[in-house]
């Protein structure tokens, strides 16, 4: 068993039989009051959110949780098929571990995996996808004067919102975590 003290951002923990992710965790010391901690968390199965207080030194047992690159192959129904680069070991990922991040997968990507024993229970895509936009309205050469967007679609079928000069055909650098287009790649 750990403590408060162990626990930080992105940590796992079982709490209440279940297993949390700590999304915010803040130590406070409120006037001449006993210290403690506030811990925001999201519940890896249902994914809703709850708070929670923690004493300062209160008991909390923190999940084994095991990390792995695995590479995505395709989509078989509400699964993502994975492979382990060195076991060539095939896992199926449900989608819903992903979020919407799964709108930028495309097959051969490297995404991160976390297992507690032998299930998965969080999955994320990378940060920084590649992609190319399969359709957009024309852009005008000159036209970066204004911070102005327009929808495009991408390759795997996501919509983001881009400059008015990105065109049609190019590639471009994508932020899964917000789904925000980052820049034009050469």
């Known amino acids: 068993m750990a403590n408060t003290g162990d626990i930080s951002v992105g940590s796992v923990i079982r709490f209440n039989g279940e297993l949390c992710q700590i999304v915010e965790f803040q130590h ?83 995404v991160k995996v976390a297992f507690e024993q032998e299930n998965p229970i969080l999955a994320e895509a990378p940060t920084f996808v590649e992609l190319e936009i399969t359709y957009t309205e024309p852009g005008i050469k000159g036209d970066t004067a204004t911070n102005t967007l327009k929808p495009a679609t991408l390759e795997t079928g996501a919509i983001i919102n881009v400059p008015l000069f990105v065109n049609q055909g190019e590639k471009i650098k994508v932020d899964t975590r917000n789904f925000s287009y980052v820049e034009r790649v050469k």
């Open 28 to 110: 406070r010391t409120p006037g001449n009051l006993r210290a403690f901690y506030q811990a925001k968390m999201r519940n890896l199965k249902t994914g809703k959110s709850v708070e929670y207080r923690f004493r300062s030194g209160e008991e909390v047992e923190i999940a084994r949780v095991e990390y792995k690159e695995l590479q995505y192959i395709y989509k078989e129904g509400e699964h993502y098929v994975c492979m382990d680069n060195d076991s060539y070991e095939q896992v199926h990922i449900p989608e819903a571990l992903f979020g919407e991040s799964s709108q930028f997968l495309k097959e051969e990507m490297k």
